[in-house]
């Protein structure tokens, strides 16, 4: 099924003329599409592959992660199996992340939302280990607190813009 292009009218440079304008809307398999130009689009677009690196990578090597950065001692077998559990976690998100940034632009900004939500909640958890918690565990808490604030930041402006 081919796709249909509504254009609008009134753009500038294009009255008076039997030019086509810029579209504005596509219809494709019964959905509008409004194109690939929206900052959601985009940040869902970048979203979706760096949380599928890291969910693979914590999947399948989780000892390798830290590089000993974040942890000061080896990894207990719960501490792996935990970091295995947040990587399908992780690797679902981006399975959501990479069908959403197709959808339309209403359902993504429903969807970044709740994502604004979930990593907000991530933060505050976090900054209250990072004051409250083992003194150990500092530099985890911390990258922690950087990530989640990043996606933040990132969904905030790109709603804000869309």
Do not use: C
């Amino acid at each position: 099924m081919g796709a249909e292009t509504l254009y609008r009218r009134d753009t500038p440079g294009a009255r008076g003329r039997q030019e086509k304008a810029a579209p504005v809307l596509t219809l494709r398999g019964g959905q509008l599409d409004a194109g690939t130009s929206s900052a959601l689009t985009k940040m869902m677009r970048v979203h979706r592959w760096v949380a599928l690196t890291i969910g693979l990578a914590l999947v399948l090597v989780p000892r390798r992660m830290d590089l000993g950065l974040l942890f000061p001692r080896p990894l207990t077998h719960s501490e792996v199996v935990y970091l295995k559990a947040w990587g399908f976690f992780v690797l679902w998100l981006a399975y959501v992340v990479h069908h959403t940034s197709s959808a339309t632009l209403e359902f993504q900004k429903v969807i970044a939302k709740g994502l604004l939500g979930m990593f907000s909640g991530e933060i505050l958890l976090y900054l209250n280990e990072f004051f409250r918690g083992d003194k150990d565990e500092l530099a985890l808490n911390a990258a922690y607190i950087i990530i989640f604030s990043s996606l933040a930041i990132g969904y905030s402006f790109a709603l804000w813009k869309s």
